[in-house]
């Protein structure tokens, strides 16, 4: 065979090797990706935490990567979301794939699980609702797929969210938000949660730090929410306050006021679940934060935020004995969300760290700033 001829025959051979990669490799990214030896978290804080946002990520491998990284970093807590929808799209169908390979790869990276239980499937709510339209007629439906959830990960996930900014017409589907619906809902959802798993811990709340007036279509403010739930005999029916703490453009230090949305608000829903008698209780941030987005209004500057990251971690360690974690929102996002949404992130789409991701590792470590 000539030269020619051979040169041929190898580009030829070449293309169809890389068409056969093409074809292949969509099939392999779908294979189980080995969990590896067991890990545990180094770090100077055991109540750093940052929510994960894994629910759309395909990728068992990057999967891993993701939790890997959480690890290196220095947080022990990741919250992440499971949506009901995906897991049960009909009555009589689950799909525990995802979930799995999520809560698996979290807990062999030593990463405490704080599971977020919610959005509804088509079939349990009313045609034209969206998937946060929740009415009392499916409460149990929700209450068994949540202790379907607790069994399947008995040991491995011991802390659950119910809902998601219930005191938010948007996160409340577009009903008028009424917190003595929420509470009912934890009233048939708590029982059946603990019957199926007594050592989960449930938490509640999770409200959006909010100014909205009284009347407001859109929403009612946190803080009168939190009383109404106490009021509609709420205490009885969760274990944990879960709280959302963004910083605004204010510094973690800024005091806490009524009329302003900052950090330290979070000590205001914490004397209201004092004032009602659950002193006893701990509280948990699941979503906090800065964002540093250079044309944003409620931004900071990308130093500001990283400054700002480690003070909140550091005042949870050191000033609230009440609080178990705090959750950063958020650390990766599968692709870019080509918004603001993009400068809470601590890595990118790639898994390249960003400053904030390299002082905190510094910080966890122990590592003079």
Same mark, same amino acid.
């Not at 220095?74 to 009589?92: H, K, N, S, T």
């Given at each position: 065979m000539s030269e020619r001829s051979w040169k041929i025959v190898s580009i030829v051979s070449l293309a169809l090797i890389?068409?056969?990669?093409?074809?292949?490799?969509?099939?392999?990214?779908?294979?189980? !990706?080995?969990?590896?030896?067991?890990?545990?978290?180094?770090?100077?804080?055991?109540?750093?935490? !940052?929510?994960?946002?894994?629910?759309?990520?395909?990728?068992p491998a990057k999967i891993k990567r993701t939790l890997e990284m959480v690890r290196e970093m220095g947080a022990p807590w990741i919250v992440e979301y499971f949506p009901w929808a995906y897991i049960q799209p009909r009555p009589d169908a689950r799909n525990w794939v995802h979930a799995d390979d999520v809560v698996n790869h979290a807990n062999r990276q030593g990463l405490t699980v704080v599971a977020r239980l919610g959005f509804v499937p088509e079939w349990a709510r009313p045609k034209?609702?969206?998937?946060?339209?929740?009415?009392?007629?499916?409460?149990?439906?929700?209450?068994?797929? %949540? %202790?379907?959830?607790?069994?399947?990960?008995a040991g491995k996930v011991d802390y659950v969210i119910i809902g998601n900014e219930p005191n938010l017409a948007l996160e409340w589907g577009y009903q008028p938000v009424d917190p003595a619906q929420y509470v009912r809902l934890?009233?048939? !959802?708590?029982?059946?949660?603990?019957?199926?798993?007594?050592?989960?811990?449930?938490?509640?709340?999770?409200?959006?730090?909010?100014?909205?007036?009284?009347?407001?279509?859109?929403?009612?403010?946190?803080?009168?929410?939190?009383? %109404?739930m106490y009021d509609a005999g709420a205490a009885d029916y969760f274990d944990i306050l879960a709280i959302h703490a963004y910083g605004g453009v204010f510094?973690?230090?800024?005091?806490?006021?009524?009329?302003?949305?900052?950090?330290?608000?979070?000590?205001?829903?914490?004397q209201i679940m004092v004032e009602n008698g659950d002193s006893h209780k701990q509280a948990m941030i699941t979503e906090a934060g800065w964002n540093d987005h250079p044309r944003w209004t409620r931004a900071v500057r990308p130093g500001q935020r990283i400054e700002y990251t480690i003070r909140a971690y550091e005042i949870a360690q050191e000033e609230w004995p009440w609080l178990d974690a705090i959750a950063m929102w958020v650390f990766r996002f599968p692709w870019d969300q080509k918004s603001y949404q993009d400068y809470f992130t601590f890595v990118d789409t790639d898994f390249e760290p960003k400053p904030i991701y390299e002082e905190v590792q510094r910080y966890a470590r122990g590592e003079a700033q």
């Amino acid at each position: 065979m000539s030269e020619r001829s051979w040169k041929i025959v190898s580009i030829v051979s070449l293309a169809l090797i890389l068409i056969g990669l093409l074809i292949w490799r969509p099939w392999q990214g779908g294979r189980p !990706v080995s969990l590896g030896p067991q890990q545990r978290v180094e770090t100077i804080n055991p109540k750093m935490g !940052v929510h994960t946002r894994l629910t759309d990520e395909v990728e068992p491998a990057k999967i891993k990567r993701t939790l890997e990284m959480v690890r290196e970093m220095g947080a022990p807590w990741i919250v992440e979301y499971f949506p009901w929808a995906y897991i049960q799209p009909r009555p009589d169908a689950r799909n525990w794939v995802h979930a799995d390979d999520v809560v698996n790869h979290a807990n062999r990276q030593g990463l405490t699980v704080v599971a977020r239980l919610g959005f509804v499937p088509e079939w349990a709510r009313p045609k034209g609702t969206t998937p946060l339209y929740l009415d009392e007629e499916h409460f149990e439906d929700f209450g068994r797929y %949540a %202790a379907e959830f607790v069994t399947r990960y008995a040991g491995k996930v011991d802390y659950v969210i119910i809902g998601n900014e219930p005191n938010l017409a948007l996160e409340w589907g577009y009903q008028p938000v009424d917190p003595a619906q929420y509470v009912r809902l934890l009233q048939v !959802v708590y029982p059946m949660i603990k019957e199926a798993n007594p050592d989960v811990q449930v938490l509640a709340g999770a409200l959006a730090p909010t100014l909205a007036p009284p009347g407001s279509e859109w929403g009612v403010n946190d803080l009168d929410y939190l009383q %109404a739930m106490y009021d509609a005999g709420a205490a009885d029916y969760f274990d944990i306050l879960a709280i959302h703490a963004y910083g605004g453009v204010f510094s973690p230090d800024e005091p806490a006021a009524t009329d302003e949305i900052n950090f330290r608000r979070a000590e205001l829903l914490r004397q209201i679940m004092v004032e009602n008698g659950d002193s006893h209780k701990q509280a948990m941030i699941t979503e906090a934060g800065w964002n540093d987005h250079p044309r944003w209004t409620r931004a900071v500057r990308p130093g500001q935020r990283i400054e700002y990251t480690i003070r909140a971690y550091e005042i949870a360690q050191e000033e609230w004995p009440w609080l178990d974690a705090i959750a950063m929102w958020v650390f990766r996002f599968p692709w870019d969300q080509k918004s603001y949404q993009d400068y809470f992130t601590f890595v990118d789409t790639d898994f390249e760290p960003k400053p904030i991701y390299e002082e905190v590792q510094r910080y966890a470590r122990g590592e003079a700033q």
